[in-house]
């Protein structure tokens, strides 16, 4: 080896902890997080088998987990709603229901919490008896247009119940458009709109499906989620969700994702978020509960991974545990 090759030593600026974080580039904690959070018509907690740690909560149970994750720095929170079969119709007419479980929820939470952020899934399934995102034709296609007027209407109901953000999850064309305008018809121009852009057809949403129940009766998603083997694709996406008025555009799954998280934060000046799902919260918790892999280091890795391609924002099922985490040292 020549001297000169010896010039540049990078290990220089990795000898001690003071100069690795000073010269650290990219950071995660709290403050980027959005915590995902189960919530069913029931009182009690049920724990969701394929998501240890993770429950379906009864009413005081998820107010509890709030407050915990508020006290270590959580302030935004996503609300999915776990239905009982009887509820559920082809329609997903209790997605817009005032009375249901979401818009009860939301108000509860801001009456307690008013500077809590409060993300809603804009989308049928946890509804619909066919367990598709749309409503499904006599034919079995997933109709657009029929179910983007449904999505309005929940998504005003959600606005309407105290939602900050409604985050359409459906993967249907041109609902951000429509979305945005009945919210701003109604008065609701300060509800922001969080789109799915690019929601890949992914085997990662499995426990989800497990802990909502809502995995498709028949068929699969494809005809409307992205194929995974795409990413020019979700230029397109970026483009007509920002064209058609979204706030923030998200990428999911993120983990094996990267590089779709660095081409939307490429191709937008608009702030990203990416969604760890239910199949990677999964694979890591399995992981390590067997000891295969050291926990904490491990979720935190994942997590600086989907910051560093580009995400100023993550939904994660860690978000409470790591804000413990952090709050510990
Ligand atoms: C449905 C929805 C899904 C997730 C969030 N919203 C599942 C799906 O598309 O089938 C998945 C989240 C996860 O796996 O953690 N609109």
Known sequence: MTRLSLRRR????????????????????????????F???RDD?????????????GRRGLLAEIERARAVGIRMFAIFPALTDELKDPRGSKSFDPAGLVPRTLSEIK????DTVLVTDVALDPYSSDGHDGIVGPDGRILNDETVEVLCKQALCQARAGADV?????????????????????????????????????????????????????????????????VREAELEVELDE????????????????DVIARVRAATALPVAAYQVSGEYAMLKAASERGWLDERRVVMESLVAIRRAGADV????????????????
Not at 45 to 57: A, L, N, V, Y
Not at 111 to 114: F, I, L, M
Not at 314 to 329: C, F, K, M, P, S
Request: overall charge neutral; charged content about 25%.
């Open 10 to 37: 990078p290990r220089r600026n990795r000898k001690s902890a003071a100069i690795r974080d000073a010269c650290r580039e990219t950071t995660v904690g709290p403050a980027n997080f959005v915590y995902p959070l």
């Open 39 to 41: 919530v069913h018509e």
């Open 45 to 57: 907690d049920i724990p969701i088998g394929s998501m240890p740690g993770c429950m379906r909560f």
């Open 111 to 114: 009456s307690r919490w008013s």
């Open 166 to 230: 409604v985050a359409p999850s459906d993967m249907m064309d041109g609902r951000v458009g429509a979305i945005r305008d009945a919210l701003d018809a109604d008065g609701f121009a300060e509800v922001s709109i969080l789109a799915y852009t690019a929601k890949y057809a992914s085997g990662f949403y499995g426990p989800f499906r497990e802990a909502l129940d809502s995995a498709p009766r028949h068929g699969d998603k494809k005809t409307y989620q992205m194929d995974p083997a795409n």
């Open 243 to 258: 064209a058609e008025g979204a706030d923030m555009l998200m990428v999911k799954p993120a983990g094996a994702y990267l």
């Open 314 to 329: 993550i939904l994660t099922y860690y978000a409470r545990q790591v804000g413990e985490w952090l709050a510990e040292v």
